[in-house]
C-alpha cells in the first residue's frame, strides 16, 4: 500500500512555512491517520461487488467527492449491502455491533480506522470486561465517540463540558478516555474534576498527538498573524477546533473548505497571513491556497503589502513533551498540581533512550509503538533493520513487546520517531563486544574490499580485516572472499573510535591446530596415504595431507637414483605415499613414495632366474666391466671377459653408457644383492637358436599343433613380469 502522495514539497519553498508575509502553520494537514485510511481507500479494488465507506472516510467533502469519482459511495444503509459488497470502515472507527453486522452481511471489510482510534477501542474493551465504568470526554455525536462507546456496550458516559461532571455519582472502578481531537486545555479541566470519582481511577490521556500539534501550531501563528485562513472541512471536528483555536488571538479567521471560497475583500490592511488546516485537509489545498496567496502579494492584486521581513515560524520541537511550560503553569493551582501529578505518570524521554514499547499497529511502511507517552511512537521501515522485499508485517505485529531508541521526541506530526535498527545495532556491538572478551568467534559477510584488507558485515556493524589476517597463506586476490560468510575473531575492539579488527586467519588456525593434533594421533609408521605435493625442495619433497605437510626426503622418492625431486614429481601432483615415521611433539611426519612401489629385488627374487636371456641398459662403465639395469633399480655386471668372445682391453672399445644389450644371467645372490650377466653368453645362445631354426627349416618336423604363443627369445625383465602375470 503506497501512501498518497499530495507533493508537500512546497514546503520547501517556503522555508518550512514562511514566504514573505504568508505563515504557514508547521503542523497542518493530513495527519497520519487520516492520511492512511485515504490511502486504504483509494488502493481498494472491487472483488465481484460494490465498494463503500462506512460514512465519509473522513470528514472532508472534497476527498470524499473525489472517492465517488473511483466508484467508493458513502454506504446510505446497512440493509442495502449484498454479500460480496466491499466495505470501508473510516478512520473514525465503528462499534463492534457494526461490525459484527457487516460480518453477518458477509461482505468484505476493509479497516480502515486510524490505529489511534483502534487503540482506544481496544483499551475501552479491556477496562469495560474487568468491571470499570468508562467515561468518554468529548462530543456524544461524533462517530469516533459513539464508535468507542460500542466497545463498552453504549454504557460509556459521555462528557463535553465541565457540567456534564455535576451531577455524577461516585464509582469503584473508572476509566477515563477521550475524543482524539478534545483540546488539551479542556481535558485536564474535566479530568481535573473527575479526580474523586472513584476509588480506583485510570485516566488514559488518547488525545492524539497529531491534533494537539496542529492546535498548538494554529495557536501560534494566529497570536502572530492579522488574519487566518483555516482550510478543512465544514463537518471537521478538528477543524472546526482549529478555527475557535484561531479566533481567540486573531478575530479575523476565516473558516473554508478551499481558497477560492475566500472573499479577498476582507484581506485588505492585512500584513502577515497564516494559513492553517485540519488533519483531514489533503495538502493539495493548502498548497493550492499559499499559492494564491503568494501570487497576490506579487501582483499585488488585494494591496497585500509585501513585507520584506521574514516572521520566523516557531520551529524549535520540544525536546521533552512532558515538560512543556503549560504544564508548568497549570502547576500553579491546586487544580494544576494535580495534573502535574498525573502527567507526571508519564515518561519522560530523551533522545537516545532506549525503552519497551508495545506494537499498536503495523503497515507496510512503519509500525506504530505504544511508548506509555503522551504520544505514541513510530518507527519508520528504514529504522526496522529489514531489506527492501520485507515488509514491517513479516517480522511484527499488533501486541509485540520490542525494545526502541529514541531518535526525535516530536517526528513533526506529533509522535515519537523511534528506530529498532539503533537497538539492534546497540545490542549487537554489545554482542561483538562480548565475544571479544570471551574470545567466542563471530560471523561476519565480507562485503567488500579496501586498502589493505577487507570489510565484513557482523550483526550491522563494520568490521575490518587486514589482508595479512585473511588466512594462513598469503592471499594475492582478495576479492575471491567477497560475498562469503566467515568465522572471526575479534581482535580489536573500540566502539568509541568506530575501529573494530577482526582476524579470519585466527580461526583457520585454531581449526588447523585441532585437524592436525586429530590427524597426528590417527596416522602411523606404515599407513599409506593420499596427498599432494605441495612444493619441492633439493633435499625433497613436501607433501600436503590435508591439514600438515610431510617431507618425502629425495632418498624415498624412488629405487632408483634421483639428481632432482622434480625428476619424479611435480608440484600438484596427488601422490600416495608410506608414513616413515611421525613425531607429534614437532609435527614433523616422514614420508616415502618408493615404498609404495614394489621392491625391485622382490620382483627379480620372484620373476628373474639364472639361464634367462634378457634386455638391459648398460648404465655405467668400469675398468672390470659393464652395469646393466634389468629392471629400474636392478644393476647386474657383465665382467670385461664376459662382453664378446674375443679378448678386448678396454670395455668403452665394444660398449658405451645407454646401450642396450641382450644379457644371459649367470648368477644372482639375493643375500648381497649382485647378479652376474653375460653378453657374451646370450649372443651365443641367439647363435645357437638362430642355427637350430635352420635346421627345423631344411628338415622340417611332422606338424604340431601349437597351443601356446612361442615367447621371444630375449626378453626383457618387465615382458618376464608381465607374462607370468598373464598365466
Ligand atoms: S487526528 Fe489522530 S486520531 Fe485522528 S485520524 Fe488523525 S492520527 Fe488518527
Same mark, same amino acid.
Given at each position: ?43 481498494? &479494488? ?5 465498494? %463503500? ?52 452481511? +458477509? ?115 494566529? !497570536? ?43 484581506? =485588505? ?22 499559492? =494564491? ?11 497585500? #503589502? ?11 520541537? /520540544? ?5 512543556? &511550560? ?19 505518570? %508519564? ?10 514499547? =508495545? ?16 504520544? /505514541? ?58 565475544? %571479544? ?10 562485503? #567488500? ?43 580489536? %575492539? ?29 596416522? *602411523?609408521?606404515?599407513?599409506?596415504? *593420499? ?38 614429481? =611435480? ?27 614394489? #621392491? ?55 660398449? *658405451? ?16 644383492? &649382485?647378479?652376474?650377466?653375460?653378453? +657374451? ?40 613380469? !608381465? ?5
Amino acid at each position: 500500500m503506497k501512501p498518497v502522495n499530495y507533493e508537500r514539497d512546497f514546503r520547501a519553498g517556503i522555508g518550512g512555512g514562511i514566504f514573505l508575509n504568508i505563515i504557514v502553520a508547521e503542523h497542518s494537514g493530513f495527519c497520519f491517520g487520516v492520511k492512511k485510511a485515504v490511502s486504504i481507500a483509494s488502493e481498494t &479494488k472491487a472483488g465481484h461487488g460494490r465498494i %463503500f465507506t462506512y460514512g465519509p472516510i473522513i470528514h472532508n467533502n472534497i476527498v470524499v467527492k473525489e472517492l465517488e469519482q473511483k466508484g467508493i459511495n458513502v454506504l446510505p444503509n446497512i440493509d442495502e449491502l449484498n454479500e460480496g459488497d466491499t466495505v470501508i470502515i473510516r478512520s473514525h472507527g465503528v462499534s463492534k455491533k457494526i461490525i459484527d453486522m457487516l460480518n453477518e452481511k +458477509k461482505v468484505n471489510i476493509v479497516d480502515a480506522t486510524c490505529p489511534y482510534v483502534d487503540h482506544i477501542h481496544k483499551k475501552v474493551e479491556e477496562y469495560f470486561n474487568n468491571g470499570y465504568q468508562i467515561i468518554i470526554i468529548g462530543d456524544k455525536d461524533h462517530p469516533e465517540v459513539q464508535g468507542i462507546n460500542g466497545w463498552c456496550d453504549n454504557s460509556a458516559i459521555i462528557i463535553s463540558n465541565l457540567e456534564c461532571v455535576k451531577d455524577l455519582k461516585t464509582y469503584n472502578k473508572v476509566c477515563i478516555v477521550s475524543q482524539t481531537t478534545v483540546n488539551t486545555a479542556k481535558w485536564r479541566e474535566i479530568v481535573s474534576s473527575l479526580i474523586g470519582i472513584s476509588k480506583e481511577l485510570v485516566i488514559l490521556n488518547t488525545i492524539c498527538a497529531a491534533a494537539d500539534q496542529r492546535q498548538k501550531s494554529a495557536a501560534e501563528i494566529a !497570536q502572530k498573524c492579522d488574519a487566518m485562513i483555516v482550510l478543512g472541512g465544514l463537518n471537521s471536528s478538528n477543524t472546526k477546533k482549529l478555527a475557535e483555536i484561531c479566533r481567540q488571538f486573531c478575530p479575523k479567521t476565516f473558516y473554508i473548505e478551499r481558497i477560492n471560497q475566500l472573499d479577498t475583500n476582507n484581506l =485588505k490592511n492585512i500584513n502577515t497571513l497564516g494559513i492553517t488546516a485540519g488533519a483531514s485537509t489533503p495538502d493539495w489545498i493548502i498548497k493550492e491556497a499559499f499559492e =494564491k496567496m503568494s501570487e497576490m502579494i506579487e501582483t499585488g492584486e488585494e494591496k497585500v #503589502q509585501g513585507e520584506t521581513e521574514v516572521k520566523e515560524n516557531n520551529k524549535s520541537e /520540544d525536546k521533552d513533551i512532558g515538560e512543556d &511550560k503549560d504544564i508548568e503553569n497549570e502547576e500553579k493551582t491546586d487544580q494544576g498540581s494535580i495534573m502535574s501529578e498525573y502527567e507526571k505518570t %508519564f515518561k519522560r524521554l530523551s533522545e537516545g533512550d532506549i525503552i519497551k514499547g =508495545k506494537v499498536i499497529y503495523v503497515t507496510d511502511d512503519e509500525v506504530t509503538v505504544d511508548i506509555g507517552y503522551k504520544a /505514541d511512537g513510530i518507527i519508520p521501515k528504514s529504522e526496522l533493520n529489514i531489506d527492501e522485499e520485507t515488509s514491517p508485517k513479516d517480522i511484527l505485529k499488533s501486541g509485540d513487546e520490542l525494545d526502541v531508541y529514541i531518535l526525535k521526541i516530536n517526528d513533526g506530526e506529533g509522535n515519537v520517531l523511534l528506530s529498532k535498527r539503533r537497538v539492534d545495532a546497540v545490542k549487537n556491538m554489545d554482542y561483538i563486544g562480548e565475544c %571479544f572478551k570471551g574470545k567466542v568467534p563471530v560471523e561476519g559477510e565480507i562485503i #567488500q574490499t579496501v586498502k589493505g584488507g577487507v570489510i565484513a558485515k557482523v550483526k550491522g556493524n563494520s568490521v575490518f580485516i587486514p589482508a595479512s589476517q585473511l588466512d594462513v597463506k598469503y592471499v594475492k586476490d582478495l576479492s575471491i572472499f567477497v560475498g562469503k560468510t566467515e568465522r572471526l575473531l575479534i581482535m580489536t %575492539f573500540e566502539p568509541a573510535k568506530n575501529r573494530i579488527v577482526a582476524s579470519r586467519r585466527a580461526i583457520v588456525e585454531d581449526e588447523l591446530n585441532k585437524k592436525r593434533s586429530a590427524f597426528l594421533e590417527s596416522i *602411523k609408521p606404515g599407513d599409506i596415504l *593420499k596427498g599432494r605435493v605441495d612444493r619441492l625442495a633439493d633435499f625433497g619433497a613436501f607433501i600436503d595431507l590435508g591439514c600438515i605437510d610431510g617431507l618425502a626426503h629425495i632418498s624415498e622418492l624412488s629405487w632408483t637414483r634421483v639428481k632432482s625431486p622434480s625428476d619424479v614429481v =611435480k608440484v600438484g601432483d596427488i601422490v600416495e605415499v608410506y608414513v616413515l615415521s611421525v613425531d607429534k611433539e614437532k609435527e614433523r611426519i616422514s614420508l616415502s613414495l618408493k615404498r609404495t612401489l614394489p #621392491q625391485p629385488w622382490d620382483i627379480v627374487k620372484e620373476k628373474v632366474h639364472v639361464g634367462d636371456v634378457i634386455e638391459g641398459k648398460v648404465v655405467r662403465i668400469v675398468p672390470f666391466g659393464a652395469f646393466v639395469e634389468i629392471q629400474d633399480g636392478v644393476d647386474g655386471l657383465v665382467h670385461i671377459s664376459q662382453i664378446c668372445d674375443r679378448r678386448i682391453n678396454r670395455v668403452e672399445d665394444v660398449l *658405451k653408457v645407454n646401450d642396450i644389450v641382450k644379457v644371459k644371467v649367470m648368477d644372482i645372490n639375493l643375500e648381497s644383492r &649382485k647378479i652376474s650377466l653375460s653378453i +657374451k653368453e646370450a649372443s651365443e645362445e641367439e647363435n645357437k637358436g638362430e642355427q637350430d631354426e635352420e635346421a627345423k627349416t631344411q628338415n622340417p618336423e611332422p606338424a604340431q599343433i601349437q597351443t601356446e604363443k612361442p615367447e621371444k627369445d630375449n626378453l626383457t625383465i618387465g615382458e618376464i613380469v !608381465q607374462n607370468n602375470a598373464n598365466k
